[in-house]
């Protein structure tokens, strides 16, 4: 007996994996997984977010959409590049494991941009030129069609796969033995409401001879149950996301605006109207080190104590920077507008105004800045409050918001779109860029985000105090 049970933990020890993603752990990767999976997710991101700024001129100019069907196709697509990493969670956490759904993510993603790349290359995948003459275009067939939003559906199914599971597993690597809250009872206004699911009435008919559930559906344990009050108390906070996102995802109104600005640098380089997504990137990126070397620094001096900001109050910088990037936006787009019509290029939306580039600096910085301020603590946010069990459901909720955002956006740009053309208007979201106002539809957004700051506090406000807190109230108290 003694021998078997050597013999068994023996086996169970040769055969444990070097990198568990699941439940143990023991056997972490740590540092030496990193590299890995940091550059598999930064191909993933290059792969989806990458293509869709400069996708708007893919779409115009190849398949002859106009703005509002090819804004809506990106917005559809991006909605569900978002939504997908949340279907991968639940089948990551429940049945393949995030490996494996990180291994199939990769493949599908491959086969997407593969897709992709051949409807550029074979003629008959996509409508023919415009005629030069009387600029008469051709749309595309069913065919042409189904085939790009079919490369498209298989860039988003492979980047849920990836995105998924990459931040959790990330995170399973470098966690070390016995650093983990199980988790607290949570404390809410439908607590009696859901604690109703784990009473057992009648222990001879509600339970097994082993002690289990003999009707899942109508008696649950009580993780599971705190599990759902845990997705359920932060819903309020989650949904304040999606305004600022909206705001951070019209990025082909930016490549349109940038198509119509000199992007000269010197005399012999012209930066392509789609690369000025790269703003973006970099103010994304000179966020991190301006909170860390900078922000926190110079508080910590003012107050003469360490200062961390805690995850809420990041998310506000967030949406507060995503804000005034909005109003930066329409106030350059006023000036780009009024120019190109006192250079007389109202009807010709080709035209290059005499504006540089660089004007669109500061709306980006402060859009890409804004968006990973919130994107980030949301992550770090919901990673801390619920239990590990939903790891990868925790780093996929920030994507789902920006998915319902997507969604959202369509649908306020279709009813701009429809609203400002009555009467035989001009739209406001016109192909031709200098016949419509764009600088309108940014005013609008801009106004979307003062209730949604508002909004915010208030569910803030009702959260209470989060685990973070707790820890931050401890650490205090023993310092003093």
């Known amino acids: 007996m003694m021998e078997n049970s050597a013999d068994d933990e023996q086996e169970s020890m040769i055969t444990k994996p070097l990198l568990d993603d699941h439940d143990g752990f023991s056997g972490k990767g740590g540092f030496r997984t990193m590299p890995f999976i940091l550059a598999n997710?930064?191909?993933?991101?290059?792969?989806?977010?990458?293509?869709q700024p400069s996708m708007i001129l893919y779409l115009t100019r190849e398949y002859h959409l106009n703005?509002?069907?090819?804004?809506?196709?990106?917005?559809?697509?991006?909605?569900?590049?978002?939504?997908?990493?949340?279907?991968?969670?639940?089948?990551?956490?429940?049945?393949?494991?995030?490996?494996?759904?990180?291994?199939?993510?990769?493949?599908?993603?491959?086969?997407?941009?593969a897709l992709l790349w051949l409807t550029s290359m074979i003629p008959q995948a996509k409508p023919p030129p415009c005629h030069e003459s009387n600029k008469?275009?051709?749309?595309?067939?069913?065919?042409?069609?189904?085939?790009?939003?079919?490369?498209?559906?298989?860039t988003s199914i492979g980047f849920g796969g990836i995105t998924s599971s990459s931040i959790a597993f990330g995170a399973d690597q470098l966690q070390k033995a016995g650093g983990h809250n199980n988790g607290r009872v949570l404390e809410s206004y439908f607590s009696w409401f859901l604690n109703k699911a784990c009473i057992i009435i009648d222990p001879e008919k509600d339970l097994t001879t082993d002690g289990k559930a003999a009707d899942p559906w109508s008696l649950c344990t009580v993780n599971q149950v705190e599990d759902?009050?845990?997705?359920?108390?932060?819903i309020p906070l989650w949904s304040t996301g999606m305004i600022m996102s909206i705001t951070s995802s019209q990025g082909s109104f930016s490549v349109l605006q940038a198509k119509s600005m000199n992007r000269k640098f010197g005399p012999n380089f012209e930066m392509p109207a789609g690369s000025c997504s790269m703003f973006a990137v970099v103010g994304a990126v000179l966020w991190i080190p301006f909170y860390l070397q900078i922000i926190l620094p110079v508080a910590s001096?003012?107050?003469?104590?360490?200062?961390?900001l805690s995850t809420r109050k990041r998310m506000a910088i967030g949406i507060s920077l995503s804000f005034v990037g909005m109003i930066v936006a329409a106030t350059v787009e006023v000036k780009r507008r009024s120019l190109a019509i006192r250079e007389g290029y109202s009807d010709d939306s080709d035209a290059v105004v005499d504006m540089s580039l660089l004007w669109l600096l500061p709306q980006s910085f402060l859009t890409g800045a804004g968006a990973t301020a919130n994107i980030v603590a949301q992550n770090e946010f919901y990673y801390s409050e619920f239990p590990r069990s939903m790891s990868s459901i925790s780093s996929t909720l920030s994507l789902l918001g920006m998915s319902a955002a997507n969604l959202v956006a369509s649908f306020l740009m279709n009813a701009i779109d429809e609203l400002s053309k009555l009467g035989g208007k001009e739209s406001w979201i016109s192909t031709n860029i200098n016949k419509g106002h764009y600088d309108y539809y940014y005013w609008v957004l801009a106004g979307l985000s003062v209730p949604n700051m508002i909004y915010f506090l208030i569910c803030s406000k009702a959260y209470g105090p989060g685990k973070e807190d707790k820890k931050e109230t401890t650490f205090h108290e023993q310092d003093d």
């Open 41 to 51: 997710e930064a191909f993933a991101q290059v792969a989806s977010y990458g293509l």
């Open 67 to 113: 703005m509002a069907t090819g804004s809506n196709t990106i917005f559809l697509w991006s909605a569900a590049t978002n939504f997908m990493p949340l279907l991968g969670a639940i089948v990551a956490d429940s049945f393949l494991g995030r490996f494996r759904m990180i291994l199939f993510g990769c493949v599908i993603s491959l086969l997407g941009m």
């Open 228 to 234: 759902l009050k845990s997705v359920l108390r932060v």
């Open 136 to 154: 008469n275009c051709s749309s595309a067939t069913s065919f042409q069609l189904f085939l790009l939003y079919s490369c498209l559906g298989l």
């Open 301 to 308: 001096r003012i107050l003469g104590r360490p200062v961390h």
